[in-house]
């Protein structure tokens, strides 16, 4: 269907099961959607140790709500989304990707513009412990577009509490280098620390890119014993289907190919 912002598509597929697509880009499929969305939540939760709060930006189909009401601190979800069309459909086609979550009296949802959002959460004082970025890509002609320029990091920034991370899509790194690179020199006008993390999602048909941004938190650098004992108290230990301690420090292993293209996978300044 055509809604007011973008061509909207949901499918099926005899190996992915429900596929959603926006202007004909594929966001998410049933049979892989948790591999992104625990990674765009779960390291830097589980580096952070008690966050209660997040907001996403974008996300209408409701996958990254449900990784972050899966932790026991967490009390409030924002969702601010732009086309209400998105989550109408998803609730009714995607359950195996939101599992219920914009049911829960945990989350809010905006619809509207995703900067608005923020600035009007930052104007009034409201911080985040976490802040995920669960969009399209960063196009000229994306209807995210704003949000990868400097006003919406800025805006992203300034909306998360202190020792608060957010994450990022940056893209297929190998297939894409020029907008990942540029989105890694964007994110690191903004933040003090950011860190590239890598995991192949098989319905992109990619290796895949995902930041994580804070002025403090160090993500990369988290324990892994510590890390473990966490996600044991958290009763996640067995839960996820591919986040896990051992797999914390790989996600941030760059191949030496992708090392030039993110200084080396240094924290940037």
């Given at each position: 269907?055509?809604?007011?912002?973008?061509?909207?598509?949901?499918?099926?597929?005899?190996?992915?099961?429900?596929?959603?697509?926006?202007?004909?880009?594929?966001?998410?499929?049933?049979?892989?959607?948790?591999i992104?969305?625990?990674?765009?939540?779960?390291?830097?939760?589980?580096?952070?140790?008690?966050?209660?709060?997040?907001?996403?930006?974008?996300?209408?189909?409701?996958?990254?709500?449900?990784?972050?009401?899966?932790?026991?601190?967490?009390?409030?979800?924002?969702?601010?989304?732009l086309?209400?069309?998105?989550?109408?459909?998803?609730?009714?086609?995607?359950?195996?990707?939101?599992?219920?979550?914009?049911?829960?009296p945990?989350?809010?949802?905006?619809?509207?513009d995703g900067?608005?959002?923020?600035?009007?959460?930052?104007?009034?004082?409201?911080?985040?412990?976490?802040?995920?970025?669960?969009?399209?890509?960063?196009?000229?002609?994306s209807?995210?577009?704003?949000?990868?320029?400097?006003?919406?990091?800025?805006?992203?920034?300034?909306?998360?509490?202190?020792?608060?991370?957010?994450?990022?899509?940056?893209?297929?790194?190998?297939?894409?280098?020029?907008?990942?690179?540029?989105l890694?020199r964007?994110?690191?006008?903004?933040?003090?620390?950011?860190?590239?993390?890598?995991?192949?999602?098989?319905?992109?048909?990619?290796l895949?890119?995902?930041?994580?941004?804070?002025?403090?938190?160090?993500?990369?650098?988290?324990?892994?014993?510590?890390?473990?004992?966490?996600l044991?108290?958290?009763?996640?230990?067995?839960?996820?289907?591919?986040?896990?301690?051992?797999?914390?420090?790989?996600?941030?292993a760059?191949?030496?190919?992708?090392q030039?293209l993110?200084?080396?996978?240094?924290?940037?300044?």
């Amino acid at each position: 269907m055509r809604s007011a912002h973008q061509h909207i598509e949901i499918g099926e597929h005899p190996l992915f099961g429900r596929v959603f697509r926006l202007d004909g880009r594929i966001m998410s499929a049933e049979a892989d959607a948790f591999i992104q969305h625990e990674v765009m939540v779960h390291p830097m939760a589980m580096a952070h140790g008690s966050p209660a709060s997040a907001l996403v930006i974008g996300g209408g189909d409701g996958g990254s709500a449900r990784e972050l009401l899966r932790l026991p601190g967490m009390r409030e979800v924002v969702v601010a989304e732009l086309d209400a069309e998105v989550v109408r459909l998803a609730r009714r086609w995607l359950p195996r990707i939101h599992h219920g979550a914009f049911d829960d009296p945990r989350v809010t949802l905006e619809i509207g513009d995703g900067l608005a959002v923020m600035e009007a959460l930052r104007d009034s004082g409201r911080r985040f412990d976490l802040l995920v970025f669960d969009l399209t890509e960063a196009d000229d002609g994306s209807p995210a577009a704003a949000l990868f320029g400097a006003r919406g990091l800025q805006a992203a920034h300034d909306c998360l509490a202190p020792g608060g991370a957010m994450s990022l899509h940056l893209g297929p790194p190998f297939h894409r280098p020029d907008t990942a690179r540029l989105l890694w020199r964007r994110l690191g006008d903004h933040f003090r620390l950011v860190q590239p993390m890598t995991v192949a999602i098989p319905v992109y048909g990619a290796l895949w890119a995902i930041a994580v941004a804070s002025d403090t938190l160090d993500v990369r650098a988290a324990d892994p014993a510590m890390l473990a004992a966490r996600l044991a108290d958290w009763q996640l230990d067995g839960a996820l289907r591919c986040y896990h301690a051992g797999l914390h420090a790989a996600l941030f292993a760059l191949p030496r190919h992708l090392q030039p293209l993110f200084d080396g996978g240094a924290t940037s300044a």
